[in-house]
């Protein structure tokens, strides 16, 4: 019997977690750029807040840190000792942990075949980014690797941007029926690039085999995009009926909803507005860079990071929505502040996939004792702490490779060395 259930597959934070202020529009990154990190307290922050997530009862699975530093990269920008930092430091990025840009992903009750269809996310805008998809869809070609139940595209072709699921949201009654799938897209011309392409969206659509009577492409806010909401899902996040949304994160909000509406008549909007809480401090708290999960007694909670918790409007309207009878019934603040200084909160560190688990690789599946074994990797292997002036050291090149080594075996996963 299929069991089709939501998944959140959380990247773990790689060893060599930076701050290179590589994100141009992302403006956490440009903000934090020279600062020193901490990848091992990153990684256990991630960690932390996938076993808060499983002792909520909800299945969560995990993706690898890309092989890093890249010496493909290096070869191909033909990079010696006196690179700028900034190419040198791409290909030490360790930004795949944010899984909500490795693919868009549409699950088997949406798509012609009826299997669940996964298209990496050719990530081309910034240069740090564009070196993952490769190594991605390795990855999930050995974790959803039976062809009964998933299919794994390639990347749509380079000229039309694609960041993958932060800009898709599904609608549905229950993860496990037919969705409406919706693609948000922005529009060059603006202070900052648009990094999802109209046209990568509906190419992803297409490949997925689903049906234009449930797809609806809506386009980004240009105003949200200046204001650093370089993603979709840094202003708006969907969970079955619900849309939790700023009121500024679409071109047209009104418009946006009454198409959804149209091919998703249940659409419950649960909708903030700029004087309750501005763009700029949705962007600088990152409250809609939520996880917005149901719950095993099938309510719904809100995983946001703890920043909201520390903001005046953000927590007061937190405190307003709980007072009422909204479909939202909890919210719950996580430490990711490693994670958030380059952009990345809760929902950006995970790829939604609603499938049966029994058919995805258990290598890729946490339960407790295997969250302890990486626990443990992390705190023995992964730096304490890296400085900007490291990143190129073959020092630091050693302890980052031996670090993903040591995970990759503990987890029985060599054959992504
Ligand atoms: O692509 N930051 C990431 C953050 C991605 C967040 N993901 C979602 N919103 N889903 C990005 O901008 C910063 C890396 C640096 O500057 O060192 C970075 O890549």
């Known amino acids: 019997m299929n069991k089709l259930v939501e998944i959140n597959f959380d990247g773990i934070v790689g060893p060599s977690h930076n701050y290179a202020g590589l994100s141009l529009g992302n403006i956490a990154s440009a903000s934090h750029k020279g600062d020193p990190s901490y990848p091992r307290a990153a990684a256990l922050q991630g960690i932390a807040k996938m076993r808060g997530n499983m002792g909520r009862g909800l299945e969560q699975g995990f993706l690898l840190p890309l092989p890093r530093p890249n010496f493909r990269l290096l070869n191909d920008l033909a990079l010696g000792d006196d690179a700028e930092p900034a190419l040198r430091a791409a290909a030490w990025s360790a930004s795949s942990m944010w899984t909500a840009n490795a693919a868009t992903v549409s699950p088997a009750p949406d798509t ?89 969206s509906r190419a992803v659509a297409r490949l997925h085999g689903l049906d234009p009577a449930r797809c609806v492409f809506v386009e980004q806010n240009p105003e949200a995009i200046a204001a650093g909401a370089f993603h979709n899902d840094v202003v708006a996040v969907a969970n079955e009926r619900v849309l939790f949304t700023h009121a500024r994160a679409f071109a047209d909000q009104a418009g946006a909803y009454e198409a959804i509406r149209a091919a ?154």
Request: aromatic share 6%; glycine share 8%.
């Open 112 to 200: 012609a075949d009826g299997r669940c269809h996964l298209t990496p996310a050719n990530l081309v805008t910034m240069l740090h980014r564009a070196q993952e998809w490769q190594d991605t869809q390795a990855q999930l070609r050995i974790a959803f690797g039976d062809p009964r139940h998933f299919t794994i595209h390639d990347a749509v072709p380079a000229s039309f941007g694609d960041e993958g699921a932060a800009n898709h949201m599904r609608f549905c009654e229950g993860h496990g029926a037919a969705g409406v799938e919706v693609f948000v897209y922005g529009k060059q011309g603006g202070r900052f690039p648009a990094r999802q392409h109209e046209q990568a």
């Open 264 to 417: 998703f008549p249940a659409l419950e909007v649960v909708e903030v507005a700029e004087e309750d809480v501005s763009l700029a401090e949705a962007i600088r708290t990152y409250l809609f860079n939520a996880q917005l999960l149901t719950l095993p007694d099938g309510t719904m909670a809100l995983v946001v990071p703890g920043e909201c918790q520390e903001s005046a409007s953000v927590w007061a309207w937190c405190e307003k929505m709980l007072a009422g009878n909204g479909p939202i019934r909890k919210v719950i603040p996580v430490d990711v502040r490693q994670s958030m200084a380059n952009g990345g909160g809760p929902a950006c560190l995970r790829l939604r996939v609603v499938a049966d688990p029994a058919t995805v690789d258990a290598r890729f599946m946490l339960d407790e004792a295997k969250a302890e074994r990486i626990e443990s990797v992390i705190a023995q292997m992964w730096p304490e702490q890296i400085d900007p002036r490291d990143i190129g050291t073959d020092a630091l090149a050693k302890t980052v490779l031996e670090a993903r080594e040591a995970l990759l075996g503990v987890l029985s996963l060599d054959e992504l060395a």
